[in-house]
């Protein structure tokens, strides 16, 4: 299995809804990324999962919570999320963290599309 | 902080032109420079990947190359087809898991 998959493709929720986005991959990689991308706007990283361990927070608001179960699931809650949270949201991994032996190629999901009404 | 800039922003060109997509960086302390496709509404396809230890690499119809020490690095397509048409962008990876996107080169070639 050489991909990264996410679920659920589309998700439309209200501001006071609680739901979780999921990404799976099954190629042994050891880091694990959340992204955030607005419509013609690059991705933005906003968490970093390093051998299941939370090692970058982008200042993101607390009404994002990650969580990485395994090394191959990593779990997106969300909760009280405002309209402008509307977003496509992507998931990647790569082999190892950056900083271990230069650094890896980071294999991204086809991403969940958010919309808060 | 990592600045990464992309020039042209949008691309026209007809079928089977070669062209060249350019992306630049602030901070030449990278570990490595990625370059994706993007179609619209789905995820990044990853095309080629440049340790900054190598100048090139080569896969296909693309060529990337990367100079560190001047903070550049270009994607070179060659004999362009219509279904090469999307989104490219580069992304920069720096020290601690940092990785900084371009805003991307929006591509169209016509058949």
């Known amino acids: 299995d050489t991909e990264v998959t996410q679920t659920p493709k589309h998700l439309v929720m209200g501001m006071t809804n609680k739901k979780s986005l999921k990404c799976e991959q099954h190629m042994g990689h050891r880091a694990m990324y959340w992204y955030k991308q607005k419509a013609k706007k690059p991705p933005e990283l906003m968490f970093v999962y390093s051998y299941e361990k939370l090692s970058i927070n982008e200042s993101v608001p607390s009404r994002f919570s990650p969580e990485c179960p395994n090394s191959s699931l990593l779990n997106l809650h969300l909760h009280a999320l405002q309209p402008e949270d509307s977003a496509l949201y992507l998931c990647?991994?790569?082999?190892?963290?950056?900083?271990?032996?230069?650094?890896?190629?980071?294999?991204f999901g086809p991403g969940t599309r958010l919309t808060v009404l | 902080k990592q600045e990464v800039t992309q020039i042209p922003a949008a691309l026209s060109v007809p079928e089977g032109e070669n062209l060249v997509l350019n992306c630049s960086f602030t901070?030449?302390?990278?570990?490595?420079l990625q370059w994706f496709r993007q179609d619209p509404g789905k995820g990044l396809t990853s095309l080629l990947l440049i340790q900054s230890s190598q100048r090139e690499q080569t896969s296909g119809r693309l060529n990337a190359s990367l100079d560190k020490s001047s903070g550049r690095s270009t994607l070179y397509i060659a004999a362009s087809q219509p279904g090469d048409s999307a989104t490219y962008l580069c992304?920069?990876?720096?020290?601690?898991?940092?990785?900084?996107f371009g805003a991307g080169t929006r591509l169209t070639v016509k058949p």
């Open positions: 990647a991994s790569s082999p190892i963290p950056t900083g271990v032996a230069g650094g890896n190629e980071q294999f």
């Open positions: 901070d030449s302390a990278i570990y490595n």
């Open positions: 992304a920069v990876r720096s020290w601690g898991n940092d990785m900084r």
